[in-house]
């Protein structure tokens, strides 16, 4: 699937935000609009942790 260019995105998201909406809530939502597609590209390309390698590092995280 190819992804929409990030003006498109970028205009999608503003267009679902509340009139009143502040600066903080326009970049919050930007944020993590970017980090879900950052996500779902890391996904797509095999760049993912198991749950059992993911707490594995974080006990090794923890003993540090």
């Known amino acids: 699937m190819r992804p929409k260019p990030l003006v498109d ?3 999608d998201v503003l267009k679902n935000l509340s009139p009143d909406s502040t ?3 326009i970049m ?3 944020h993590l609009t ?3 597609l950052q996500g779902l590209d890391d996904a ?3 760049r993912v942790l198991s749950t059992e ?3 594995d590092k ?3 995280w923890r003993k540090a």
């Open 23 to 25: 600066v903080e809530d």
């Open 58 to 60: 974080m006990q090794k």
């Open 28 to 30: 919050y939502e930007l």
């Open 9 to 11: 995105t970028t205009i």
């Open 44 to 46: 797509e390309k095999g």
């Open 53 to 55: 390698q993911l707490l």
């Open 34 to 36: 970017d980090q879900v």
